[in-house]
């Protein structure tokens, strides 16, 4: 695990560097679903801070396990009846794809008096099968969850088709990327030019890095295949 961070560390180094990016603007989020506690813990002792889960009951007991020390992100499915508990366990949402999820973690926000940083997911692609709202849907969004004020607008997120060659993911980070340059120029953050994008996994961080990612979600790479 040591050499596979260490190995992913390098190339999103690279990849920031061969477009003249700041490197230390990237986080790694390493992606822990269906992994367990233990191999969790090995990743925070070689310094990983920043862990992503998609499954509410798992997360809430690895969360309860592991303490404070981590900053959790949720990139999981939020039903809105599962609001709450998302609300109450973790520090980040990635995948905001409605109101109806928006007002419901906002609520609950505001009975815990917290404040979290959200991502509102795209489907960039436009599959059906696919969460996440429109590109024509994202900006009316965005506008809501600006008003409201437990919810702090971090940036989009998108995932795009599964491909084995990474370039073909290259068309769908840079479409998100001109979305979030749309936000900036029609001024709709108070954050100007500060729209973070949440793309890239184990197959293609380094186009997504070169493509403006500032999270990139990796699971496989780092902690090997899931069973
Ligand atoms: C599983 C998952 C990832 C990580 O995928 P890998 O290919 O294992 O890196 C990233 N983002 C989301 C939303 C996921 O569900």
Redesign the pocket.
Known sequence: MKENIAKIKKLITSAAEKVGRDPNEIILLA?S?RKPVSQIDEAVALGQLDF?E?YLQDAKEKISALGDNITWHF??HIQSNKAKLVAELFDTV??IDRLKVAIALEKRLASLNKVMPVYVQVNISKEEQKSGVSPEEMGPLVREILNLPHLSFAGLMA?PPYATDPEKSRPYFRSLRILAEELVHKKLTEQSGKVGLSMG???DFEVAVEEGATVV?????IFGA?I
């Open positions: 992606v679903k992503g998609n990139i999981g990635h995948t995932m996994m184990s197959g979600r990796v699971g496989t790479a899931r």
